[in-house]
């Protein structure tokens, strides 16, 4: 069974930064695409980023050029470093890998608030 644990997230200023982790159980880092999502509150699940098991990331439009995508294979960890934060990045960060097999992201962690202040 996989499992995900986020940590990291925090209050923080806007304009300043935070790294959140995600940990995940057994090999499933090496092999899959994992990714991070976000939910602010009364709005749904958004993508933030992407990265392959090969490394190459995905970022959507608005934190391009702010957020940086990163993986630890060795330590099954992936990263998010979120710089310039602002007050429309609070929401909870979910960390979560992708199920080949079922062609689907299936593997998620409990969350991580992330609460910036203007």
């Known amino acids: 069974q996989v499992q995900l644990v986020e940590s990291g997230g925090g209050l923080v200023q806007a304009g300043g930064s935070l790294t959140l982790s995600c940990a995940a159980s057994?090999?499933?880092?090496?092999?899959?695409?994992m990714g991070w999502y976000r939910q602010a509150p009364g709005k749904g699940r958004e993508l933030v980023a992407t990265?392959?098991?090969?490394?190459?990331?995905y970022y959507v439009d608005s934190v391009k050029g702010r957020f940086t995508i990163s993986r630890d294979n060795a330590k099954n960890t992936m990263y998010l470093q979120m710089n310039s934060l602002k007050a429309e990045d609070t929401a909870v960060y979910y960390c979560?890998?992708?199920?080949?097999?079922?062609?689907?992201?299936?593997?998620w962690g409990q969350g991580t608030q992330v609460t910036v202040s203007s």
């Open positions: 979560s890998a992708y199920n080949v097999a079922a062609l689907r992201w299936d593997y």
């Open positions: 057994g090999s499933i880092l090496s092999t899959s695409s």
């Open positions: 990265i392959s098991s090969g490394g190459s990331p």
